[in-house]
C-alpha cells in the first residue's frame, strides 16, 4: 500500500488513513461542498464560454480589444451565476449571514479572479494558441488554460474569506 507523509509530524500514513479521514463527518461535508463548488464552477464555465463564444463569433468582437472586452463581460455574468448558486446551494448556511457584505467579499475575490483570468487568457490566446492553431481552438484552450488556474484561486479565497467558518 502506498504511504504518504504527515504534514504535521512527519510520521507515514497508509492510504486507507487518508481515505478515512473522509469519512469523517466535517471532512465529509467539506468533501461534499467542494463537489458542490465544482458544479457550480462547471455551470459558470458554460455560461462564461457561451456568452464569450457569442459575442467573440456572433456579435463580431473579435479584434484584440473585443476579445478582451468579451471575456470581462463573460467572466462577469458567471460571477453573477456562480454568487447566486453558491450561497443558495454550496453553502446554504451562508444565507444567515449578512448578504451584502458577503457579495462585495465575492466581488473583491472576483475581480482579482477576473484580472489574472484576463492577463491568462490574453497571453496564452495573443502569444501561444494564435501562433499555431485556428481562431476557434485558440479561443477556446486560452480560456480553459485561465479558467483552470482561476478556479484554485477563487475556490481558496472564498473559502478562507467569504464562507470562513461554515
Request: aromatic share 14%; charged share 15%.
Amino acid at each position: 500500500m502506498q504511504r504518504i507523509l504527515s504534514t504535521s509530524d512527519k510520521r507515514p500514513l497508509s492510504l486507507a488513513t487518508v481515505i478515512g479521514f473522509v469519512k469523517k463527518p466535517k471532512a465529509k461535508k467539506e468533501a461534499k461542498r467542494f463537489v458542490k463548488y465544482g458544479i457550480v464552477g462547471v455551470l459558470g464555465t458554460i455560461i462564461d464560454f457561451s456568452v464569450l463564444n457569442f459575442l467573440i463569433f456572433v456579435v463580431g468582437w473579435s479584434t484584440p480589444f473585443g476579445k478582451l472586452l468579451a471575456n470581462i463581460v463573460s467572466t462577469g455574468v458567471a460571477i453573477i451565476s456562480n454568487f447566486v448558486c453558491h450561497r443558495t446551494w454550496t453553502f446554504p448556511e451562508s444565507q444567515s449571514r449578512n448578504r451584502n457584505i458577503q457579495l462585495i467579499q465575492f466581488i473583491i475575490v472576483s475581480i482579482v479572479g477576473l484580472l489574472l483570468n484576463t492577463i491568462i487568457f490574453y497571453l496564452a490566446s495573443h502569444y501561444f494558441f494564435e501562433l499555431f492553431l485556428p481562431l476557434m481552438i485558440a479561443i477556446q484552450l486560452a480560456k480553459a488554460t485561465a479558467s483552470a488556474v482561476i478556479l484554485v484561486w477563487n475556490f481558496g479565497a472564498n473559502r478562507l474569506w467569504t464562507y470562513r467558518g461554515l
